[in-house]
């Protein structure tokens, strides 16, 4: 079965999201709030491929117990639940490893196209994994593992969500080339994404926070003002 945490303190809603989660053939976990899905998470042994958490909950808020759970399990696929006036949380979600976010109100096909992206992400690399799959790609200073999906600069290793993996992946695959932001889109979240495309720049952050010398000033990922970005290395 497919695997889904999903800790929201609005019954209605919560009831909403479990109800089509496993009509689309998910087998579903509820929380009532941030500190119990961290229970459910732990009770189970992580046996989850995706948690959906609601920013603002009692006990214990999305926020945090996204930052918890991303440090227990790199690969785990994260989806934030946030209203539209919480701007900044959204950003601050994806800056402590979310995935993805879905903006309240949303549509059960909207709920399930965005699972069903970020599941098959998560399966395409377990099966590189369980195959042994082994083809590393080099870029200068840098080797990214397909089958581990770490990225190594020099001898330093660096984690990665399974978005910034892909985006690296995109990257190394198109070295030198400006890549607009609506390709990376279409690349790593699906042709079927109907989100926003500043995900992307907030990824691009979070990336260039971990293996820019000086993420300020960054020489690996370039921006190309007015469409997007490239990699150099």
């Given at each position: 079965m497919k695997n889904?945490?999903?800790?929201?303190?609005?019954?209605?809603?919560?009831?909403?999201?479990?109800i089509n989660l496993i009509r689309a053939g998910y087998n579903v976990t509820e929380a009532e709030n941030g500190a119990m899905a961290i229970q459910k998470y732990d009770e189970a042994n992580g046996n989850f491929d995706i948690v959906i958490l609601d920013i603002m909950m009692p006990e214990k808020d999305g926020l945090q117990v996204c930052k918890e759970l991303r440090?227990?399990?790199?690969?785990?696929?994260?989806?934030?639940?946030?209203?539209?006036?919480?701007e900044m949380d959204k950003v601050s979600g994806l800056m402590l490893g979310a995935d993805d976010y879905i903006t309240k109100p949303f549509s059960p096909t909207e709920l399930v196209a965005r699972v069903d992206a970020l599941y098959r992400r998560i399966a395409i690399a377990e099966m590189r994994s369980e195959n042994n799959f082994q083809e590393e790609i080099h870029s200068g200073i840098f080797t990214l593992n397909l089958k581990n999906h770490s990225l190594v600069k020099n001898d330093t290793l660096i984690e990665l969500t399974q978005v910034e993996f892909q985006i690296m992946e995109y990257f190394f695959s198109n070295p030198g080339t400006a890549l607009d932001r609506s390709a990376i889109l279409k690349y790593v979240w699906g042709s079927a994404y109907v989100g926003e495309e500043k995900i992307v720049?907030?990824?691009?952050?979070?990336?260039?926070?971990?293996?820019?010398?000086t993420p300020s000033s960054p020489k690996y990922i370039v921006t190309v003002w007015g469409l997007g970005y490239k990699w150099e290395a």
């Open positions: 889904i945490l999903i800790a929201e303190d609005e019954t209605a809603i919560r009831e909403f999201v479990v440090k227990k399990n790199g690969d785990l696929g994260i989806i934030m639940l946030s209203a539209r006036t919480q720049d907030v990824n691009i952050r979070r990336l260039r926070m971990k293996i820019e010398d």
